[in-house]
Structures are given as C-alpha cells and as structure tokens.
C-alpha cells in the first residue's frame, strides 16, 4: 500500500505557474498527475518512470508542464507554466506499482491515489 499526499495547487491568473508535489509512502514503478475538470471525465496528465526517467505528456499540456522526481524524497513534481483556464481542475497524483505505458495513461491501471489538489487559473 503506498500513501500519496498532494500540495501546491492554488488560484493564478494565465499565463501563471504553479508547481504540485506528492509525497509517497514508498516506492513505485510509475507515478504520474491525473486532473479532473467539472463535469468532465478525470484524464492523465503525465507520467514518470521512477526507474529510469521517461516521461510521457498529453498533449494539452506537452511543453508547458515538466513532471520530475527526487527520488531520495519520494517526491513527485509537477511544474506548469503558461496556464490558461482550461487547466483548471482537480488535480490528482497516482501510482501504477507494475508499468509505465509509453504512450499513454490508462487510469485504470493506476492503483494508488492521492486526495487532490485543486487548481484555478482565471482569464
């Protein structure tokens, strides 16, 4: 059972950032940012192979969000950039104990979640 407790979300204006982190309880093999929108279906954001360093990006936010890691820490970050409204959400840290997909973030395969942060970006 691994625990993921989330920080650092908050209300900005476009075109701000802000940065998440998640603290785990332990180590996984993946740990990736999900976000939840109003009314809308909960999607993946990034990921991180804890093991090796690949990342994969949705494409919404390819360029602007770097998601990283301090493994000493057991730390996940999630650095945004250039927000525009449509970021806004609930945003959520997940671990998949068993894979990393390359190419995408199947939510069910994420077994572990943390409680959310909430992020705001006005116009």
């Known amino acids: 059972q691994v625990q993921l407790v989330e920080s650092g979300g908050g209300s900005v204006q476009a075109g701000g950032s802000l940065r998440l982190s998640c603290v785990a309880s332990?180590?996984?093999?993946?740990m990736g940012w999900f976000r939840q929108a109003p009314g809308k279906e909960r999607e993946g954001v990034a990921h991180?192979?804890?093991?090796?360093?690949?990342?994969y990006y949705a494409d919404s936010v390819k360029g602007r969000f770097t998601i990283s890691q301090d493994n000493a820490k057991n730390t996940l970050y999630l650095q945004m950039n250039s927000l525009k409204p449509e970021d806004t959400g609930m945003y959520y840290c997940?671990?998949?104990?068993?894979?990393?997909?390359?190419?995408?973030?199947?939510?069910?395969?994420?077994?572990?979640w943390g409680q959310g942060t909430q992020v705001t970006v006005s116009s």
């Open positions: 997940a671990a998949d104990p068993f894979r990393c997909s390359a190419g995408s973030m199947d939510r069910a395969n994420f077994q572990y």
């Open positions: 332990g180590s996984t093999y993946c």
């Open positions: 991180v192979y804890t093991g090796g360093g690949s990342t």
